[in-house]
């Protein structure tokens, strides 16, 4: 049938299974925005506040529901405005699809009013991008778009389109889309065999666990794999979740703020299993230090991945998921009882603590795992409290933790909070903000009351720019330059005015009969926390340390009465 652009695009947006976008309409996308009116009982749009809150709740759509986000902006400044939120998901692997419009084709190059080259500015940070410029290659280039987004390693893709093509009609026939490819290779028995000789000659074994666990659905194979290799288990900021925070093998994060369980525990292990894993730089701090005593077998899709931080003595290139479910059909029963009580002894030694006399974030995070049991999920903004939230909270299941890893983005996790819920509506959806990370995206509260989403925004209100401050402290002689916030930004009148209910809690206690009512209100809820401004998240490892350098509170003051 002979369609427009505008109509070509909400034709694949459906025939993608798309039913909830997010984006803010300008001149150049008009044509869209006036073919989304006529499909509105089939695809649901969200007007955010900002276009970043667009891209970062496509981002958090994504994550939540493991589909193919979706955000739309006009070109110039709107377009601009999406960059932060698609370096985002482009640094933690999710999947994304930005469609823009741009100026006509013959506008394009002549400086036009709000044209600006997105295709160029966004090669670094997508998957793949394209510009359409003939309306007969609009719904090839979207199908192929979803396509690359949602196959083997995900990420975003942009996808420009000159206004004119918009107007302009073509033939559209609807197409089944194509399944995501995982991987093209298949799993080697030679290299299986390999793997499992490795893991029989190892007494300890430890396994990491990364977002590539999470993005390959592959939590069962892990758990059975844990268990066969007899293994401790550890997770990387992006992979909490794929690993029950409650079993037993399991050690807590590893890395900058990872458990010194964890640290020690890789640090002493013979054999590291990488699954899923890119060796951020905060996880192996030193390179030359990580993991000393261990040999490393490092699973992962992307080859790219493999040797780029730290040598693996043997690697395996394709999906998490059918990689490890072919090791366990093969490996025997590991016995390293030993290990697993060196494991026990560790965990039980070094436990997390906190100051329990007074209102803390960790009391917080204590508080949210309590009341959700398990349950429900948490986004989170960037900092301290986002650590705490990692440190603390025990997740259960695979895409109940949402966060900005690789780009560490202040802002993220509103959008991202509304997103997941979008996709998640019987889920309690609760974001972690900083107050500073606040400041930067409290206007999404506007967008989550215009729309009664009921997202729980918690702000931990210390006043300041809580790690920029500790790294002052700690390492810049206690010179807090442009980190205090003690100013007289009210959240709770911010909040109300934006249209939310809102709270201050300042007493250890209040925070769950809080919490329990925000939960039943089923609203938009903003809950002011606010704590001492010098807490600060322990265990840490200085930059550049390796793990087993990490230290806690107690070790700081012993070491200044020495």
């Not at 400044?77 to 994304?96: C, F, H, K, Q």
């Not at 009210?490 to 209040?510: C, I, M, P, S």
Request: proline fraction near 4%; charge should be negative; glycine fraction near 10%.
């Amino acid at each position: 049938m002979l369609l427009t652009g505008s109509e070509i695009v909400v034709e694949c947006l459906k025939e993608q299974g798309v039913d909830t976008v997010f984006g803010y309409p300008g001149g150049t996308i008009l044509n869209v925005y006036d073919a989304l009116y006529k499909h509105s009982d089939e695809i649901t749009h969200i007007l955010t506040s900002h276009e970043q809150g667009a891209s970062h709740a496509a981002d958090g759509y994504a994550r939540a529901t493991g589909k193919v986000g979706v955000c739309l902006a006009t070109s110039g400044p709107g377009a601009t405005n999406l960059v932060t939120g698609i370096a985002t998901a482009y640094m933690d692997s999710s999947p994304v699809v930005a469609i823009t419009c741009n100026v006509s084709v013959p506008m394009l190059g002549k400086d036009s009013f709000q044209e600006i080259d997105i295709k160029g500015i966004t090669v670094p940070i997508t998957k793949h991008n394209f510009i359409v410029k003939d309306v007969n290659e609009l719904a090839k280039t979207l199908r192929e778009a979803f396509h690359i987004a949602r196959s083997g390693r995900p990420g975003p893709v942009l996808v420009d389109i000159t206004k004119d093509v918009t107007a302009n009609k073509a033939e559209y026939e609807r197409m089944t889309p194509l399944p995501a490819a995982k991987f093209h290779g298949a799993v080697l028995p030679s290299a299986v065999d390999d793997a499992i000789a490795m893991i029989a000659a190892s007494k300890k074994t430890a396994i990491m666990v990364g977002g590539g666990a999470i993005l390959s659905d592959a939590s069962d194979e892990i758990r059975k794999f844990a268990a066969l290799a007899d293994g401790c288990v550890m997770d990387t900021l992006m992979g909490k979740g794929a690993f029950d925070g409650t079993n037993a093998r399991y050690t807590g994060m590893v890395g900058m703020h990872g458990t010194k369980a964890s640290n020690y525990a890789v640090t002493e292990c013979d054999l590291l299993i990488a699954l899923g894993c890119r060796f951020s730089d905060r996880v192996i701090g030193n390179a030359s230090k990580f993991a000393p005593n261990a040999k490393i077998l490092h699973i992962d899709i992307d080859e790219a991945e493999i040797n780029k931080n730290v040598h693996a003595d043997m690697f395996m290139v394709g999906d998490l998921k059918e990689v490890v479910a072919a090791i366990n059909e093969k490996l025997p029963q590991q016995n390293n009882t030993e290990w697993m009580e060196r494991i026990q002894d560790l965990k039980e030694t070094y436990p997390l603590t906190y100051d329990h006399n007074t209102f803390t974030g960790p009391e917080v995070m204590e508080t949210i795992d309590r009341v959700l049991g398990g349950k429900g999920i948490v986004t989170t903004d960037v900092g301290q409290h986002q650590m705490w939230a990692a440190q603390f909270i025990k997740y259960k299941y695979p895409r109940s933790f949402i966060s900005s890893g690789g780009a560490g983005t202040m802002g993220f996790g509103l959008g991202a909070a509304i997103g997941a819920k979008m996709g998640n509506r019987d889920k309690v959806v609760i974001n972690v903000a900083g107050d500073g990370c606040f400041r930067m995206n409290m206007n999404e509260i506007a967008t989550a009351t215009r729309y009664n989403i009921p997202v729980i925004e918690v702000v931990i209100n210390n006043h300041v720019l809580g790690m920029v401050r500790q790294w002052q402290t700690l390492f810049y002689g206690q010179r807090y330059s442009n980190t205090v916030l003690n100013d007289t930004v009210d959240f709770v009148k911010v909040a109300e005015g934006l249209g939310a209910k809102a709270y201050r809690v300042t007493k250890q206690g209040e925070f769950e009969e809080v919490l329990k009512e925000a939960i039943d209100l089923n609203i938009p809820v903003v809950i002011d926390c606010v704590i001492d401004s010098d807490d600060k998240v322990f265990p840490m490892c200085p930059p550049g340390a390796a793990p087993q350098e990490c230290f806690s509170q107690e070790d700081l003051d012993a070491k200044n009465k020495e």
